[in-house]
């Protein structure tokens, strides 16, 4: 591993810090702390902390030594200033003489001492660094380091790479008794420039921030240097089927595999897929049970990851009844077991814990890479971003001798503690959250109103517009991992090939709002036959399409679904010369009810919305002025004439969408969004 210091980046940082009143300790601390965060071999997704002492002014402009430490929720890679939050040194020596302290108390006492109150919570971690007497600090859960750490005989390797430049901690979980433990044994022998806290991670010291850095740099460079010695090159592989099925067929069953039945729905995931040589393997390995399943490399991954993945059974192509029915058989399995490990876990609690969900946040998939699972693609990728990490880290295990993780009963403590799992936060999830909803005429006025308000729900989003430029341009709009595609919904392999994409993206689909149309006139007994068959093919064909291929996915899930038709007031409430675009809406508000009356068994809802004078929704520009001057009226009086008087708009339409998709028991209905038109008011 090379080190990044720069004299000159040090230097520049500590002078732009220093204008706005940073002292350089700090901006030196930023500096080292960013540089270990940036690299996912040292650092990933808040995990490790670092720390540095020195002086600051107290509220009162009073100067004290403090412990400028890593706070919740900051991520070392991107970590500022006040993500390091100054907590007074001398009070938090002062715990060192106790016998015990609750987790609750220590949390008490850290946040009493900080000198602003309005700081994050100092890391868990923060009385090891209080008690160790280095100026800086260093803390990462380094992929190398822990494929040594891990091992049966992990003492011996660290003594023979390290000699005595290193201390060894045995393991306990983060909070007083590690920070007590760890500084009594690092006063046994005060020369070690750092310690290996067995199936943990790495601490290295300095009195610089230079030297702390390189030091570990270093420790993780002989780490590295001892996995490439003595080493297997791979693990001897399964024997799978001749070839595997392709990833947009089978992440609609593993997903569905991986729900559960919920308060009248299922509880959904999102997936964030992956696959390398690496993971190839790792997962096609014969002992793939034995090595994938003991539990986390480090256990402050068990809150993202669980402690161990859900091993999918391999999928031929062709062959996927049998896939389908081992899947299920193998994410039973797996929720079996995570209740079974709760139950025996739990009984021992002082304070019983309350289960979380039984539902695997890895799938390791045989002949096809890994997959992480999440309430959001942001946590799916977490989870995949640690599961990719572990195999790398349980792959140099095995080369070089054998992975070991820690007992089960350890990794619960981890799991179900109280501070770990305050670092997911509390917040109340959002309606959609784990949902996947496709939009087509994604980047209209429509599209993009429901394709917002669906993500402000909670769903994860693929906009789907012939212009695929805008479609990108929407979906980078509504921003997190929103998903632009280009598609032609007239054309069948089009539509497959978007559907394609947005399985490999997220996984599955569980909403489709089929929205995309046009409006074509004519004077039916005159118009053009060339004309009708076009509209048709765009305002019935397409929506017919779209959802026959989002119904084969969802029918692949097995866990129901959500088909959304945008009708027009015009399939019930013909206007006149508008018999080509009227014709197709009325085939496709019939379609929507086919589907529900098809597909209700299988859970399957569908429903439509008649929508109607909708400013730049169908109506052009040219057709409001040329419809509001054949009726003697101001475009405003004429996009206004309804009963209620008011001007209807596009969100209000993504409200009735949102709405049909939250009614879990509303199927085969048509809710109008016109602002009242009696004529068009449905019996
Ligand atoms: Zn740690």
Redesign the pocket.
């Known amino acids: 591993m090379q080190s990044q210091w720069s004299d000159s980046d040090a230097e520049a940082l500590t002078a732009r810090y220093s204008e706005q009143g940073v002292s350089q300790d700090l901006a030196l601390r930023v500096y080292t702390s960013r540089l270990l965060g940036q690299d996912p071999k040292l650092v990933l997704h808040g995990?490790?902390?670092t720390s540095v002492k020195t002086r600051a002014l107290d509220l009162s402009g009073d100067e004290t030594d403090v412990l400028c430490v890593k706070g919740s929720g900051w991520d070392m890679g991107n970590i500022e200033p006040q993500g390091l939050p100054a907590v007074r040194m001398a009070p938090l020596l002062k715990l060192r003489t106790r016998e015990s302290l609750s987790d609750e108390d220590m949390v008490r006492h850290q946040r009493a001492y900080l000198l602003d109150p309005g700081a994050p919570n100092p890391s868990v971690?923060t009385l090891l660094h209080a008690f160790l007497p280095h100026k800086f600090i260093d803390?990462?859960?380094s992929t190398a380091v822990l494929s040594l750490a891990d091992q049966p005989n992990s003492r011996e390797l660290c003594d023979e790479i390290y000699g005595r430049r290193m201390g060894q901690v045995p393991y306990i979980m983060?909070g007083f008794a590690l920070a007590k433990k760890a500084a009594d044994l690092f006063e046994q022998d005060s020369s070690v420039e750092g310690l290996i806290?067995l199936k943990?991670?790495i601490f290295t010291f300095g009195e610089t921030a230079q030297e702390a850095y390189e030091r570990m740099i270093q420790m993780v460079s002989l780490a590295e240097a001892r996995l490439r010695r003595q080493r297997k090159s791979v693990f001897m592989p399964a024997a799978l089927p001749g070839k595997t099925a392709p990833l947009a067929v089978v992440a609609p069953i593993l997903r569905g595999a991986c729900s559960i039945a919920e308060c009248d729905d299922w509880r959904r995931m999102i997936l964030d897929f992956r696959t390398s040589p690496a993971i190839l393997n790792y997962v096609n390995g014969a002992e793939l049970a034995r090595y994938a399943t003991q539990g986390v490399v480090?256990?402050?991954h068990t809150i993202r990851t669980k402690n161990y993945p859900l091993i999918a059974p391999p999928a031929a192509d062709g062959g996927l009844d049998g896939f389908r029915a081992a899947a299920h058989d193998a994410a039973d399995r797996f929720a079996a077991d995570y209740r079974a490990y709760f139950a025996r876990n739990n009984a021992g609690q002082a304070v019983p814990k309350k289960p979380l969900d039984p539902l695997p946040r890895v799938i390791l998939a045989p002949g096809l890479g890994l997959f992480g699972l999440g309430r959001s693609k942001k946590d799916a990728a977490i989870a995949a971003d640690i599961a990719e990490n572990t195999v790398a880290t349980i792959t140099d295990a095995e080369m070089i001798g054998r992975f070991e993780a820690l007992p089960e009963s350890d990794l619960f403590d981890m799991e179900y503690w109280s501070l770990e799992q305050a670092k997911l936060g509390a917040s109340k999830e959002k309606p959609l959250a784990g949902h996947i909803a496709v939009v087509t005429g994604g980047a209209g006025a429509i599209g993009g109103a429901t394709a917002k308000l669906f993500a402000e729900n909670g769903a994860e989003i693929a906009v789907l517009d012939l212009d695929g430029e805008a479609a990108a341009r929407t979906a980078k709009k509504i921003g997190g991992g929103t998903l632009g595609l280009a598609c032609d919904v007239t054309d069948a392999a089009s539509i497959r090939a978007a559907f394609d994409r947005v399985v490999e993206t997220f996984g599955g689909v569980d909403i489709v709002v089929s929205n995309a149309g046009a409006a074509w006139q004519g004077k039916i007994g005159a118009v053009d036959e060339a004309v009708l068959r076009q509209s048709f093919e765009l305002n019935f064909f397409a929506h017919q399409r779209v959802a026959q291929t989002a119904v084969g996915i969802m029918l692949a899930q097995g866990t129901g679904g959500c088909l959304l038709f945008n009708v027009s007031k015009q399939a019930i409430n013909p206007g006149p010369d508008f018999g080509p675009y009227g014709l197709p809406k009325a085939a496709t508000l019939f379609l929507a009810r086919q589907y529900a009356v098809d597909y209700g068994q299988e859970g399957i809802r569908s429903n439509a919305v008649n929508a109607d004078r909708i400013r730049s929704g169908v109506l052009t520009p040219e057709m409001i002025a040329q419809r509001s001057a054949a009726r003697g009226l101001s475009e405003k009086d004429y996009m206004g004439g309804n009963l209620l008087g008011r001007e209807v708009t596009a969100k209000d339409v993504a409200q009735a969408f949102l709405h049909q998709a939250l009614s879990l028991k509303t199927t085969a209905a048509v809710t109008t969004v016109d602002g009242g038109n009696i004529a068009a008011a449905l019996r």
Do not use: C, I, R, V
Request: avoid cysteine; aromatic fraction near 0%.
């Open positions: 995990g490790g902390n971690e803390h990462t859960h983060p806290l943990h991670g480090t256990p402050d």
